[in-house]
T-cell receptor
Framework: DAKTTQPNSMESNEEEPVHLPCNHS???????IHWYRQLPSQGPEYVIH???SNVNNRMASLAIAEDRKSSTLILHRATLRDAAVYYC????????????FGKGTRLSVIA | GAVVSQHPSWVICKSGTSVKIECRSL??????MFWYRQFPKQSLMLMAT?????????EQGVEKDKFLINHASLTLSTLTVTSAHPEDSSFYIC?????????????FGDGTRLSIL
């Protein structure tokens, strides 16, 4: 799977929107963009995924650049419970390959 | 939504003991499950892919005789850390996916914290 690049850490104020960037310049046409987050002392949690179009769900929105070389996870209103490590991972459309985790972005939320 | 249950949540045991960790998919069948390990302040590292009814596929550097994986049914995979030593202390996390293909989310258990004294 192609590699992703994320900032090591970000900070946000509570109740403000958060935009978490991810670069994936070597993405192929058959790669899905997945986002997961890991709260302290827990297993990762699925957040959202997309292929080409922007996606919305109850947790977040995913904005995908037109050339697909970058994407942004948007938390519309950060809460203290959103403090976690956020992972952007590419996964090929074919086969049953596992997710391979990078270092992710550690999001801190300030009250 | 899909749930993966992992048991136990934490284990403390003496060096030389073997420890079994169970991973169950509660409301879906998983022909493939994955096992990860995570050391403090590091990311998840894939250890092996567990296939129902066949042998697990281990990542490079992971000792298959040390970390025994059994995937006896479509809802249960187990990881046994044999003759555990302090360096095996880590956070072990299992995962499963409904169906195949890149568009399927992968669901994770809450992890097992293993401490070897």
């Amino acid at each position: 799977d192609a590699k992703t690049t994320q900032p090591n850490s970000m900070e946000s104020n509570e109740e403000e929107p958060v935009h978490l960037p991810c670069n994936h310049s070597t993405i192929s046409g058959t790669d899905y963009i997945h986002w997961y987050r890991q709260l302290p002392s827990q297993g990762p949690e699925y957040v959202i995924h997309g292929l080409t179009s922007n996606v919305n769900n109850r947790m977040a929105s995913l904005a995908i650049a037109e050339d697909r070389k970058s994407s942004t996870l948007i938390l519309h209103r950060a809460t203290l419970r959103d403090a976690a490590v956020y992972y952007c991972i590419l996964r090929t459309i074919r086969g049953n390959t596992p997710l391979v985790f990078g270092k992710g972005t550690r999001l801190s939320v300030i009250a | 939504g899909a749930v993966v249950s992992q048991h136990p949540s934490w284990v403390i045991c003496k060096s030389g003991t073997s420890v079994k960790i169970e991973c169950r998919s509660l409301d879906f069948q998983a022909t493939t499950m994955f096992w990860y390990r995570q050391f403090p302040k590091q990311s998840l590292m894939l250890m092996a892919t567990s296939n129902e009814g066949s042998k697990a596929t281990y990542e490079q550097g992971v000792e298959k005789d040390k970390f025994l994986i059994n995937h006896a049914s479509l809802t249960l995979s187990t990881l046994t850390v044999t003759s555990a030593h302090p360096e095996d202390s880590s956070f072990y996390i299992c995962s499963a996916r409904e169906g195949q293909g890149g568009g399927q989310p992968q669901h994770f258990g809450d992890g097992t914290r293993l401490s070897i004294l």
